[in-house]
């Protein structure tokens, strides 16, 4: 058996997720960091269709070169088309514009990219109302074995790294990635700051991981401007490695946060740029605490399928703060976020579920027992929120 293969891993739920799409829209882009399995994905949704399927590798010379006259090439093909790296050609975005307004449909298209729609320029602009995006992220709690749990958040999601045959095959894997990301794929979409730089820049964020940004921190210790490594940041939130949770700012008569919080969106790249090698060394690292926050909140955003437009975080200057909340229509879902095998209600919670007119607030922890710890607050082991959706 290989041993990178996550075909092993049916991603059944993203699949269905992926299949519905196509159902309301001629083009549908499946966006995610490198490596997160955005291909297997794409290949499950083939196989699960009846009809003709044709896919495009846009790294492939062979099939960029088929591709020199988009319209000639794509205009006569009917059933899924599957357009793989499409930040690599991004002028086709004007060409599917007109081939999704042909009627009747009978051609879907699915493009697969490891860049935002902002940073891919075109796409937003070209197929406005024409295509639906969906997020995809390496494997979750969702989709593996509970006992395997320590080693998704020690390795992270990405396939390839998860599905590694030992810790230290892992571990080279991922520092592979973060030496390819940063001299290959970043220059590829067009990024010319120098890699050494870009590295550097990840690795301050990696120990700042999960804390509020500080523009003018980051600008003293690089000797440049705000704007400078506000530029960094966003380019690595663009291409799916680095989050940034948006503050929310209720009508409040308090001093409330108004900087995003930063985290790494992967735990397994997280630890290596720590230099974290072993479940030994992640129980003894100072950012212990903040590395299973990271994760508990990539797997609760995971469980509750969230537009990343409606999560926030919250805090006021005075020290009450939420980890997370999550906007639904009219509710809003509180959650925090502890590494205690048994929290207790605190004067933040019970602050935050009352200015904030929380509808529920759930105080995710790493023990083994669910229980209540005031009206509408609840503890829960974060092996039992994939129960809580």
Request: include cysteine; proline fraction near 5%.
């Given at each position: 058996?290989h041993?990178?293969?996550?075909?092993?891993?049916?991603?059944?739920?993203?699949?269905?997720a992926?299949?519905?799409?196509l159902?309301?829209?001629?083009?549908?882009?499946?966006?995610?960091?490198?490596?997160?399995?955005?291909?297997?994905l794409?290949?499950?949704v083939?196989?699960?269709?009846?009809?003709?399927?044709?896919?495009?590798?846009?790294?492939?010379?062979?099939?960029?070169?088929?591709?020199?006259?988009?319209?000639?090439?794509?205009a006569?093909?009917?059933?899924l088309?599957?357009?793989?790296?499409?930040?690599?050609?991004?002028?086709l975005?004007?060409?599917?514009?007109?081939l999704?307004?042909?009627k009747?449909v009978?051609?879907?298209?699915?493009?697969?990219?490891?860049?935002s729609?902002?940073l891919?320029?075109?796409?937003?602009?070209?197929?406005?109302?024409r295509i639906a995006?969906?997020?995809?992220?390496?494997?979750t709690?969702?989709e593996?074995?509970p006992k395997q749990n320590?080693r998704?958040?020690?390795?992270?999601?990405?396939?390839?790294?998860f599905l590694?045959?030992?810790?230290?095959?892992?571990?080279?894997?991922?520092?592979?990635?973060?030496?390819?990301?940063?001299?290959?794929d970043?220059?590829?979409?067009?990024?010319?700051?120098?890699?050494?730089?870009l590295e550097?820049?990840?690795?301050?964020?990696?120990?700042?991981?999960?804390?509020?940004?500080?523009?003018s921190?980051f600008a003293?210790?690089?000797?440049?401007s705000?704007?400078?490594?506000?530029?960094?940041?966003?380019?690595?939130?663009?291409?799916?490695?680095?989050?940034?949770?948006?503050?929310?700012?209720?009508n409040?008569?308090?001093r409330?946060?108004k900087?995003?919080?930063?985290?790494?969106?992967?735990?397994?790249?997280?630890?290596?740029?720590?230099?974290?090698?072993?479940?030994?060394d992640?129980?003894?690292?100072?950012?212990?605490?903040?590395?299973?926050?990271?994760?508990?909140?990539q797997?609760?955003l995971?469980?509750?399928r969230?537009?990343?437009?409606?999560?926030?975080?919250?805090?006021t200057?005075?020290?009450a703060e939420?980890?997370?909340?999550?906007?639904?229509g009219?509710?809003?879902?509180?959650?925090?976020f502890?590494?205690?095998?048994?929290?207790?209600?605190?004067?933040?919670?019970?602050?935050?579920?009352?200015?904030?007119?929380?509808?529920?607030?759930v105080?995710?922890?790493?023990?083994?027992?669910?229980?209540?710890?005031?009206?509408?607050?609840?503890?829960?082991?974060?092996?039992?929120?994939?129960?809580l959706?």
């Amino acid at each position: 058996m290989h041993r990178y293969r996550d075909e092993m891993i049916a991603r059944a739920t993203k699949r269905r997720a992926v299949e519905q799409l196509l159902r309301q829209f001629p083009v549908v882009g499946i966006l995610g960091v490198r490596q997160c399995g955005k291909t297997t994905l794409a290949g499950q949704v083939a196989a699960a269709r009846r009809g003709a399927t044709e896919r495009f590798d846009l790294e492939n010379p062979i099939d960029r070169e088929r591709l020199s006259d988009p319209m000639l090439t794509l205009a006569p093909l009917r059933g899924l088309v599957i357009l793989d790296e499409i930040q690599r050609m991004p002028d086709l975005f004007p060409v599917l514009r007109v081939l999704a307004d042909r009627k009747p449909v009978r051609t879907r298209f699915l493009v697969l990219g490891s860049a935002s729609p902002d940073l891919l320029r075109q796409s937003s602009e070209s197929l406005a109302g024409r295509i639906a995006y969906m997020e995809l992220e390496g494997f979750t709690l969702l989709e593996i074995p509970p006992k395997q749990n320590g080693r998704l958040w020690l390795r992270g999601g990405l396939p390839p790294s998860f599905l590694a045959r030992t810790n230290q095959e892992s571990l080279t894997w991922r520092k592979s990635y973060i030496r390819t990301f940063l001299e290959r794929d970043l220059p590829q979409l067009g990024v010319r700051t120098p890699s050494v730089t870009l590295e550097r820049f990840w690795t301050m964020l990696a120990h700042y991981h999960g804390q509020t940004w500080n523009a003018s921190e980051f600008a003293r210790s690089f000797g440049v401007s705000d704007q400078s490594v506000r530029r960094y940041l966003d380019l690595l939130t663009s291409t799916f490695v680095v989050r940034q949770l948006q503050p929310w700012v209720a009508n409040l008569k308090k001093r409330q946060v108004k900087s995003p919080k930063i985290y790494l969106r992967d735990t397994g790249l997280l630890h290596s740029l720590l230099r974290i090698e072993s479940r030994h060394d992640l129980e003894r690292h100072p950012r212990l605490g903040a590395s299973w926050e990271g994760f508990a909140l990539q797997n609760v955003l995971e469980v509750f399928r969230s537009d990343p437009r409606d999560c926030f975080f919250w805090a006021t200057q005075r020290g009450a703060e939420l980890d997370l909340l999550i906007r639904r229509g009219t509710r809003l879902l509180g959650f925090e976020f502890k590494r205690s095998s048994a929290p207790s209600l605190t004067k933040s919670m019970r602050v935050a579920f009352e200015d904030l007119s929380l509808k529920s607030l759930v105080v995710v922890h790493a023990g083994k027992h669910r229980y209540p710890l005031a009206s509408g607050i609840e503890a829960v082991p974060l092996n039992q929120i994939t129960e809580l959706s």
